[in-house]
């Protein structure tokens, strides 16, 4: 079993939609909750992360966690085309003080919002 | 704001050949730094990593290695490449004291023929 499992996809929704991209984790040592958004040939951008369960918002953007099924999801409300991108969920375990926490990312589901 | 160069952008290469990938970061100081690489359709996977200058931590036994001559600077190397080392390197870094994401750069897409 993979540490972190990520709907594949691909998703491909009108304009206005709302999107729902989730995982599922195994091992509960995890404590950081990311998710990253990748433009095709660009580097991952941070869109969100916490450490509880429970939603955080940021805008169009909803990020929730519930640690107790081990379960994250990113929301996104009122879904425009420029949102198509691929999105990565990644998970840190041991952040433990430390400065140096290893990241697990899923494979990413690939998001398109059509006009 | 911290930023993260990566170069070259695209890369073809023969099998057999050497390979140098530098990535460099600026806006900050003494950052952890990570290189990955992404298959198409696939998730990160996470190479190598460095808490500081001449430290590299190897997560993976591969053909690949890594230096980090000094504190701003992150090289991925190889002696002699093989098809299975295509793919899209990313350099990523990380800093503070408390804990904060990693950023990534824009990667290398590195084609082996």
């Known amino acids: 079993q993979k540490e972190v499992e990520q709907d594949p996809g691909p998703l491909s929704v009108p304009e206005g939609a709302i999107v729902s991209l989730n995982c599922t984790y195994s091992n509960s040592a995890f404590q950081y909750f990311m998710w990253y958004r990748q433009y095709s040939r660009k580097g991952p951008e941070l869109l969100m992360y916490t450490y509880s369960s429970g939603n955080k918002e940021d805008g169009r953007f909803t990020a929730q966690v519930d640690k107790s099924s081990k379960y994250i999801s990113l929301f996104i409300r009122d879904s425009q085309p420029s949102d198509s991108a691929t999105y990565l969920c990644?998970?840190?375990?041991?952040?433990?003080?430390?400065?140096?926490?290893?990241?697990?990312f899923g494979q990413g589901t690939i998001l398109t919002v059509h006009p | 704001s911290q930023t993260i160069h990566q170069w070259p952008a695209t890369l073809v290469q023969p099998v057999g050949s050497p390979l140098s990938l530098e990535c460099t970061v600026e806006?900050?100081?003494?950052?952890?730094l990570y290189w990955y690489r992404q298959a198409a359709g696939r998730g990160l996977q996470l190479l190598f990593y460095s808490v500081g200058i001449g430290q590299i931590s190897s997560e993976v036994p591969q053909n690949l290695s890594a230096s980090r001559p000094q504190d701003r600077q992150f090289i991925l190397s190889s002696k002699k490449l093989l098809l299975s080392d295509s793919g899209f390197y990313l350099c990523a870094l990380e800093t503070g004291s408390s804990y904060q994401p990693q950023h990534f750069g824009d990667g290398t897409r590195l084609s082996i023929l």
């Open positions: 806006g900050t100081s003494n950052p952890n």
């Open positions: 990644a998970i840190l375990s041991n952040a433990g003080g430390t400065s140096y926490g290893k990241l697990t």
